[in-house]
């Protein structure tokens, strides 16, 4: 069931090193010579190939004794630590990937916990809860929770956003299987799915597994700011939608996300950006953004939901507009178990 790719799996890295010339490092290549034979291997004279750990002690030593202006590297394999050479950079610039070392182990351990957030429908002074929203949040060492902007800040710097995202959609998928009835809204990042074929495998499987209803899954597009191959995301969303999900565009009405965009993909749930939704019931010109979103909406048939709703005011001006959806924590806050909305609409 999984997808095996050097994409998906977190594996230890290499880095090939450019030291120059001129520089006397005698001292560095004795410590090299002392280091198992396994974790690194000189090239010629100026370049090394080494294993992660070894490079990282290699970074505090030149940070501490070099000039790091004038010490390079890249990622590499051993068994081809030259192809990437063009891509050499200055060592400092790896500081920021030492750093967020530690998402490796989350995303091998799968060290993820799923909280949701109630979605509601309004039925006259009634909240019906109708889904929920899956969101990830990682697990440190000691328990804490890892917020998720530090999450997939983490894998971004690491280079493990394709990684990190099948694990959360994993889990999500498995937690979602108690939520019999319920609309299950899954965040997906299409910039991490090159091939929908291979890389939705193990996502399609674990819905096999636990007996859920595809139709019941709603995946959110979410940073399609980041998409510059528009046939690419139609492909990912016909796959989906060829294998009976649903999706929902977020933040629409903010940037990348524009009326022409929503009507090119057509998606089953629209969602009103949050910037538009806070305040909309004192602002003529969030108004005319919202009432323009659900207005095209419901012309291609689908459902408008406003998410980031915090108070009665603009859950009433929205209401009236027609959308159909809501969520925010007017209803309630993502929480580790779902929660039915217990709110009464006055």
Sequence with gaps: MSEQCSNCIVTEQGYTVLFQEEMSFEALDLYLKKQPATHWRKIDSSLHWMKEPLFHEILDYATAHLDTDRIKAVPADREDPLRS???LRPIAEFQAQREAHWIDEVIRQTAIR?????????????????GYELLSRGVDADGGLIPPNRLFEAARVRNRLFALDRVCRLEAVKNAA????????????????YNPEHCLQSTFAMVQKYGIDPSSIIFEVVESEEIRNMDHLRRILQY????????????VGTGYNSLEVLAELKPDVVKLAIEYTRGVSRDAEKRRIAEAVVRM??????QALAEGVEDAEDLACLREM?????????FGKPGPVPVLAEVQIK
């Design 240 to 251: 989906y939608k060829d294998h009976g999900f649903r999706f929902a565009l977020d933040d």
């Design 297 to 302: 909406t419901h012309t291609m048939g689908s």
């Design 114 to 130: 799923t909280y949701y957030q109630p979605i509601v429908a309004l039925e006259g002074e009634a909240v019906r809860t109708v």
């Design 322 to 330: 027609g959308y159909d959806l809501f969520q925010g924590y007017y």
């Design 85 to 87: 050479l063009e891509h």
């Design 178 to 193: 108690g939520l019999d009835g319920q609309m299950i809204f899954i965040n997906f990042l299409p910039t991490t799915i």
